[in-house]
């Protein structure tokens, strides 16, 4: 029996930005605007800057996932509002937003989440199948490279370790907003590269599975929801962590970003911490 899917109409607001949406961008420019203006506890201006632009980023991140796989065929992402930019239409709010703030947070390094679900059988191309998980990683490529063109442009200030601490190449005038941004870019360097690993549940396990014959897909999806704690293992019980860290560090060098800039981000952020 051959499954013919029922096409379902599009909500007029469906491509309409959600309140919650607007109200984590809004956060993110007004943090934006303390941090470089040092208005108020610049670390808690940093914290909020770069915590709110990572869930811009997750957002969008989805986002791209329900975009192509509307125009692939699945109309129903849109009846789930999945096109609405809105994280608590999310299948799982816990795993999608929850846990990959916590260890931003706590650990510096952009979890990616399973957050939208597109019905695959109204995917009737592998090649679609592909660009659908393909389009959430490459989200953050783009975002990566957005931010850090002010310091590619060689606007933004560099750190360097030295003797005692870091050396400073540039102005340090808004040194804890750069630092800031620098951070920012880091963490869409990390999503991009865990979400493109071909493990099972993750994007990059996403764009090869189409092209595995019927039972190998089985067996695939069948270990796709411990996908994230194969991910655990590897970056923190095993050398392939210490392999991770080297690889975005030296993409984050090409880039224009320097490791010590990075690292002076990332402690500001955690503003409890003395």
């Given at each position: 029996?051959?499954?013919?899917?029922?096409?379902?109409?599009t909500p007029r607001n469906a491509f309409i930005p959600s309140p919650v949406f607007v109200g984590i961008v809004a956060v993110f420019?007004?943090?934006?605007?303390?941090?470089?203006t040092g208005f108020g506890n610049v670390r808690v201006d940093v914290f909020l800057f770069i915590v709110a632009g990572w869930l811009v980023s997750l957002c969008l991140h989805e986002y791209a996932h329900a975009l192509i796989g509307?125009?692939?065929?699945?109309?129903?992402?849109a009846e789930r509002g999945y096109l609405r930019l809105n994280p608590l239409k999310y299948t799982s709010p816990l795993l999608s937003i929850v846990l990959p703030v916590v260890v931003v947070i706590l650990g510096g390094i952009g979890l990616p989440g399973g957050a939208v679900w597109v019905d695959h059988r109204y995917i009737r191309s592998k090649v679609k199948d592909s660009l659908i998980s393909f389009a959430g990683p490459f989200t953050n490529v783009i975002l990566a490279l957005l931010v850090a063109i002010p310091f590619l442009a060689g606007v933004g200030p560099t750190l360097v370790p030295s003797v005692g601490g870091y050396a400073l190449s540039g102005s340090t005038e808004h040194l804890e907003f750069w630092a800031a941004l620098a951070a920012l870019a880091f963490l869409q360097i990390t999503a991009s590269v865990l979400n493109f690993l071909p493990i099972p549940g993750l994007d990059g396990g996403g764009i090869i599975a189409p092209w595995m014959s019927p039972a190998y897909q089985r067996a695939w999806n069948l270990f796709a929801p411990y996908g994230f704690i194969l991910l655990f293992l590897l970056l923190w019980q095993t050398k392939v962590g210490q392999w991770f860290y080297?690889?975005?560090?030296?993409?984050?060098?090409?880039?224009?970003?320097?490791?010590?800039?990075?690292?002076?981000g990332l402690e500001l952020m955690r503003f409890?911490?003395?």
């Open positions: 029996m051959t499954y013919e899917p029922v096409y379902t109409r420019v007004v943090s934006g605007w303390m941090t470089w509307y125009f692939s065929g699945d109309h129903t992402v080297d690889v975005v560090f030296w993409i984050a060098e090409k880039i224009g970003l320097s490791e010590a800039l990075i690292q002076v409890w911490s003395s």
